[in-house]
């Protein structure tokens, strides 16, 4: 009976890809069985991808499981194979339902194979067999078992029907002939069945063609549809090409508005903000004075208030010899009426364009809120860990590789092509892609560089390519003692004061990158919003100095530390970051506050898969929680460890202190000097001249370390008396000898009349102080309404930049949806008519099929009583036309779109354009110009180069000129600092900026404020000294690529004499040359001037206009002539 039911159930042991029985059965990991060759052909399709699944319930499994040998369901298929050849041999192979029966057999029916057209019955295997032994039978016919034996008999002689009536088109018998069909046309079964096979053949062959001719169709139609996609494809691509472009074309334009936005603003603020550090420094001092005075009005000690009486009242005029006028700052309106226009004017140009190519509805997509408590945010804390292949050689990593120290001294690191070689920098393994938070704490003596970068940027040399936050690979917040932003090479000043704690937090399908500061509550600190192209990866720059960074550490071992926080305290709990309260350890070993741990879990009891906050390692059942007794004694021993070092230990003497003069050993500090005693004693041994009658009439005052001052140096007496003639302080003897007959009196009436006086130089100090602090409040609120109005501006550009990009989104979904629309309509038509066609091909399939099985039959009666009914002309079928054409395509999407776009950007360059000047506008206050050579290098101090790159401030208003600009014949030496004019060519490579024709070479800083450098060129030489925008033209021979011959330049012509160029107009100047000039630029007042250098400032040629870009230093330098950029002296 399991044989049996085995075999009648064989298809649930059939393999799922072959659909044949199992050969080889293997099970794998979901429970579903195939081949062991079937499954391994399906997954090694999916090698590339390393995701294999399941081909029955699609059950994924990131690793390829490994297939064994299923042995138990191996037997059960091979009994099944032997029951079914069993169950199918002869014996017992009974007629059942739909099968023709055994005539001859008794009993219980066989099936039967053949059937005889003499004998008019069928027979099985067995009872068949003497129709071919015996030659009784030799001459019966046989035909394939048939139940329709009866419709071969005549119904009127019971005959067998063998022969074929033309006349009446019917079959006859042998006595039909001779009676009711006498006379017809009447041919043999045979006959006729040969006949007819010729038609049936040609029925065949137009089968086959009408086949060849649908599948033909079938396949343009595919064809056609294929195309369609691909188009269609191609089509939302280009579109969101072309968008993405848009978008970063505007994203730029939001960058430069921002840029020039902020360069306005610290040009303003660089210029006030020497005048603040001057005046707060000139306000400490003049409080620390006026402390100081307090502080001798109050003394006890008549004759130190005599000694110090002097030094302290100075005059303090000199500070008051110059004048302040501070206006309130323009603000930046036009630039947001600017923007606006802009806006307007391109949404119209997308409706515009929108209505011509049918807008549809856009889409919309729901982001999850940001995070905005610290509780949020550590819901997407990731670990993070330092990659030793990428620390430069002086970062010591420790803790685990959480911990980064500059060490200035190289670690034995192996060379790894991924190692930072100039650049103090560390970046981290584990790469972030989504939504991620992590926190880092600094301690530093100089900088620290907070960053995020992607893993391809440069390591190798010290350029900009190569630092956090210097190029269009990073973006890094410095950390010192102020806050800015870098990316790009731009610096984004922050005004909050720094923190040792920054959260920064990612969210990279957004292109959102925050930092924060952490405390308890969590302050923004800065945001940008960008579109991330790849993962990001953590790093640290760290820079162990400060201002003078070898000479710091070398001496005093100063080291910037970065950690990431988690890691900060080996006894913190790793949800709360606070030192462990009532400490649990779980399963996995960390260990957790018990109400941290049963919090997070209590989230996770619907689900219950309990995991651990830390290596996320999951339990099952919730595990039952009990208190870490040793670890609870630790803390509770650090807690008083930590209350005993911070309670008040002995007073001794430290570095500076008096030290008392009566304690033997280590001395304690000295809290009293006693005049009488010229001494100073400690809280213990002060003590009798307080409790004892023989210490009262002592004179007690603070504590000195000049007491021998106070003492006559002749008679060893104290100084007690004041001598008014010779304005001292004397002892009793000098009023009998020294200063005999002179006004004396005592130190304490002299005291008095001095006490007045200060009490006058105090009110002036208060009345000085006064009048700089309205000063610097009135400076400070011009800088706070210039802040004010800047910021308002950079956030009405962004809030305009960031409605424009997200209409140009929804135009890109609508022109993505119009294009899927198209598609789906197009192919839904294609799909029916294909569907139309396969249906017609099987249908032609399955009647030459039939055909091609009547064609070999042996009963020719069969023959032609089924041919008629199958010889039916299949016409109908071909009553419809298919006309199959390739698809137009989307080239006109594209058209319009790439128009769109070129208008666009070409608006925003215009609007750029006027706006510049509004930006200009906007100034806080002028100083005058300066004078004298020492004015010009104070340049150097405010606003000389724009301090908007990082160069800037390691070589601050050194300028260096630009090798990619020299002409082939220009010869850079000294740093870049030196053009000469050598006549041959040097091997430099092609580049767009290089000067092809003109001999001549710009700097690489550009001049956005004031500015003030010198130049010394070879006397018997000739060349240009000028001032260009960045956009002259450098190829060809024109007068728009010379400098001073065109509007983009102005030049100081150096020769034998002396001329001024610009626009191609010629200045002559009467002065007679100088081998050093100077040149001053004030951009924002738009001046321009040309200085010789000498012992005074002698003024060659000035001009002045209004500047609309940043400018850059250049020079055209004559064959043999040289031209040096000289540091001032």
């Not at 009872?127 to 419709?151: C, D, M, N, W």
């Not at 921002?258 to 306005?264: G, N, T």
């Not at 803790?399 to 790894?416: F, G, I, L, M, S």
């Not at 004396?744 to 006058?760: D, M, P």
Request: glycine share 4%.
């Amino acid at each position: 009976m399991a044989e049996v039911r085995v075999s009648e159930d064989q298809d649930q042991f059939s393999c799922l890809v072959c659909l044949d029985l199992l050969k080889d059965p293997v099970a794998i990991p979901c429970g579903h069985s195939f081949c062991m060759v079937c499954i391994n052909d399906f997954w090694d399709q999916h090698d590339q991808r390393g995701i294999y699944s399941c081909p029955q319930c699609r059950e994924t499994f990131t690793l390829r499981p490994v297939l064994r040998r299923n042995y138990m369901l191996a037997e059960v298929v091979e009994k099944m194979k032997k029951t079914e050849l069993q169950a199918a041999s002869p014996v017992h192979c009974y007629a059942g339902p739909g099968d023709v029966q055994c005539d001859s057999c008794t009993g219980r029916k066989h099936k039967a194979i053949k059937s005889c057209l003499v004998c008019l019955a069928s027979f099985c295997e067995t009872h068949i067999r003497p129709h071919y032994q015996s030659p009784a039978f030799k001459k019966h016919t046989l035909v394939k078992a048939s139940s329709r034996l009866q419709e071969k008999i005549c119904s009127q002689h019971d005959k067998v029907t063998e022969i074929f009536c033309h006349t009446d088109q019917s079959f006859i018998c042998n006595l039909c002939s001779m009676y009711e069909h006498k006379g017809h046309d009447t041919v043999s079964a045979a006959a006729e069945r040969n006949k007819k096979q010729t038609e049936l053949q040609e029925e065949q062959r137009k089968h086959q063609q009408r086949i060849q001719e649908k599948e033909k169709k079938v396949q343009e139609l595919k064809q056609a549809v294929d195309t369609l996609k691909c188009s269609a494809q191609a089509a939302v691509e280009d579109s969101e090409r072309i968008f993405t472009e848009l978008i970063r074309s505007i994203e730029k334009k939001r960058c430069e508005v921002r840029e020039l936005i902020r360069d306005q603003e610290k040009t303003e603020l660089s210029q006030v903000q020497g005048l603040l550090d001057q005046l707060e420094q000139e306000i400490a001092d003049l409080k620390r004075r006026d402390t100081e005075l307090e502080q001798l009005s109050h003394t006890e000690d008549h004759i130190h208030f005599l000694q110090s009486f002097p030094s302290l009242c100075v005059s303090s005029a000199s500070v008051d010899s110059y004048s302040i006028s501070v206006h309130q700052p323009a603000s930046f309106d036009g630039v947001k009426k600017c923007l606006s226009d802009l806006k307007e004017r391109i949404e119209t140009f997308c409706r515009e364009e929108m209505n011509s190519v049918s807008p549809h509805a856009a889409a919309v997509q729901i982001l999850p809120s940001e995070p905005k408590t610290r509780e949020d945010f550590l819901k997407y804390f990731c670990q993070l860990t330092l990659d030793p292949n990428t620390a430069h050689r002086f970062l010591i990593l420790s803790e685990k590789n959480r911990v980064v120290t500059n060490n200035w001294t190289d670690q034995p690191y192996a060379e790894h092509p991924e190692r930072f070689h100039f650049l103090y920098q560390v970046l981290c393994k584990e790469s972030v892609c989504r939504r991620c938070y992590w926190e880092v704490e600094w301690s530093s003596g100089g900088w620290v560089y907070i960053s995020v970068s992607y893993k391809d940027i440069s390591r190798k040399g010290r350029g900009i390519e190569c630092g956090f936050g210097l190029n269009t690979q990073s973006w890094s917040l410095a950390c010192s003692s102020t806050l800015t932003f870098w990316h790009n090479n731009i610096r984004t000043e922050i005004s909050d004061p720094p923190s040792s704690r920054i959260g920064v937090y990612v969210d990279h399908s957004a292109g959102t990158l925050s930092f924060y500061k952490v405390s308890d509550t969590m302050t923004l600190l800065h945001t940008i919003h960008t579109t991330f192209t790849q993962p990001l990866y953590a790093g640290f720059w760290v820079d162990g100095g400060s201002t003078s960074a070898a000479l710091s550490v070398s001496d005093y071992g100063k080291m910037a530390e970065v950690r990431v926080s988690e890691d900060q305290d080996q006894f913190s709990c790793p949800v709360c970051l606070d030192l462990l309260k009532d400490p649990v350890t779980i399963p996995c070993g960390h260990s957790f506050c018990m109400v941290c741990i049963n919090a997070c879990w209590n989230q996770d009891d619907q689900r219950g898969i309990y995991s651990c906050p830390q290596c996320r390692q999951t339990f099952t059942p919730r595990p039952v929680l009990c208190r870490n007794y040793m670890l609870a004694e630790v803390l509770e021993k650090l807690k008083k460890t930590e209350l005993q070092a911070a309670s008040p230990v002995h007073c001794y003497a430290g570095p500076g202190d008096v030290e008392c003069d009566s304690c033997t050993g280590r001395k304690h500090k000295a809290i009293k000097s006693c005049l009488v005693c010229l001494a100073s004693f400690c809280e213990t041994h002060i003590r009798p001249h307080y409790q004892s009658l023989a210490f009262k009439k002592h004179t007690l005052v603070k504590a000195s370390s000049r007491l021998q001052e106070k003492i006559c140096s002749q008679h060893d007496k104290l100084t007690e008396l004041f001598c008014r003639t010779d304005q001292s302080l004397i002892c009793h003897l000098c009023k009998m000898h020294e200063h005999k007959g002179h006004d004396t009196v005592s130190a304490a009436a002299e005291r008095t009349k001095k006490q007045t006086e200060l009490q006058e130089e105090q009110r002036k100090h208060q009345q000085r102080i006064q009048e700089k602090e309205k000063k610097v409040q009135e400076l400070k609120q011009a800088v706070d309404t210039l802040k004010r109005c800047a910021q308002a501006a950079v956030e009405d550009s962004e809030r305009i930049f960031t409605e424009l990009i997200c209409s140009i989104e929804k135009m890109r979904c609508e022109v993505r949806e119009l294009i899927r629309e198209q598609e789906k309509t197009e192919l839904s038509q294609a799909e029916g008519l294909l569907d139309q066609l396969e249906q017609d091909i099987a249908d032609l399939k399955r009647r030459d099929t039939e055909l091609e099985q009547l064609s070999h039959t042996e009963d020719h009666i069969h023959f032609l009583q089924s041919f008629p009914s199958l010889f039916v002309s299949s016409g109908s079928v071909d009553s419809y036309s298919i006309s199959v054409h390739q698809p137009a395509s989307f080239d006109g999407v594209k058209k319009s779109l790439s128009d769109l776009k070129k208008r666009i950007e070409t608006f925003c360059k215009e609007e750029m354009n006027s706006m510049s000047p509004h930006v200009a506008a906007v100034q806080m206050n002028s100083r005058s110009e300066p004078k004298t050579r020492d004015d010009f290098l104070k340049c150097n101090t405010y606003t000389c180069v724009q301090r908007n790159t990082f160069s800037s401030f390691l070589d601050y208003c050194q300028m260096t000129l630009d090798p990619v600009t020299a002409h082939h014949c220009l010869i850079l030496s000294e740093k870049n600092r030196v053009v000469t004019n050598g006549g041959r060519v040097q091997p430099y490579s092609d580049h767009p900026d290089r000067f092809d024709h003109w001999n001549q070479v710009l700097c690489k800083e550009s001049v956005c404020g004031r500015c003030y450098w010198e130049v010394e060129w070879s006397s018997g030489g000739c060349g240009y000294i000028s001032v260009s925008y960045k956009d002259i033209s450098r190829k060809g021979q024109g007068n728009e690529c010379r400098f001073g011959h065109n509007t983009q330049s102005w030049s100081l012509w150096c020769s034998s004499t002396l001329s001024f160029w610009h626009n191609n107009i010629k200045t002559e100047i009467s002065d007679p040359p100088s081998s050093r000039i100077g040149v001053y630029v004030d951009h924002s007042a738009g001046t321009l001037s040309f200085y010789r250098v000498s012992d005074k400032m002698t003024l060659l040629h000035t001009v002045h206009t209004t500047f609309t870009q940043p400018l850059y230093a250049g020079f055209g330098i004559t064959l043999g002539s040289t031209v040096r950029l000289c540091d001032p002296k």
